[in-house]
């Protein structure tokens, strides 16, 4: 069983930056494909990022493309997510989670997730 724990979230104005980090248990970390996720007061939980194995492939959604950074260290058990240029609409408590699954598009879809983390607030005041 893998379990996961993220922290870095906060409170950071309009423009500013956060580096979330997401540990996990386990020997198996490098097997699995991580993602983050996230939500927001009232809205659906949503794909935020994706990394493969390796780290050698990453996933954005399309709001966050040039701005957020998803990376891995396999020998910490960590994935990042760095998030640049914040906005407004960022708000939301941000989920990691690891993924078994091989399909290319698995990684987009939350029920393609077997372990999350208790998620991180991040707040962006303006």
């Known amino acids: 069983q893998v379990q996961l724990v993220e922290s870095g979230g906060g409170l950071v104005q309009v423009g500013g930056s956060l580096r979330l980090s997401c540990a996990a248990s386990?020997?198996?970390?490098?097997?699995?494909?991580m993602g983050w996720f996230r939500q927001a007061p009232g809205k659906e939980r949503e794909f935020v990022a994706a990394?493969?194995?390796?780290?050698?492939?990453?996933y954005y959604t399309d709001s966050v493309k040039g701005r957020f950074t998803i990376s891995r260290d396999n020998a910490k058990n960590t994935v990042y997510l760095q998030l640049n240029s914040l906005k407004p609409e960022d708000t939301a408590v941000y989920y990691c989670?690891?993924?078994?699954?091989?399909?290319?598009?698995?990684?987009?879809?939350?029920?393609?997730?077997?372990?999350w983390g208790q998620g991180t607030q991040v707040t962006v005041s303006s």
């Open positions: 989670a690891a993924s078994r699954s091989t399909a290319p598009s698995a990684i987009y879809y939350s029920d393609n997730y077997f372990a």
């Open positions: 386990g020997r198996t970390f490098s097997n699995y494909r």
């Open positions: 990394i493969n194995w390796s780290g050698s492939s990453t």
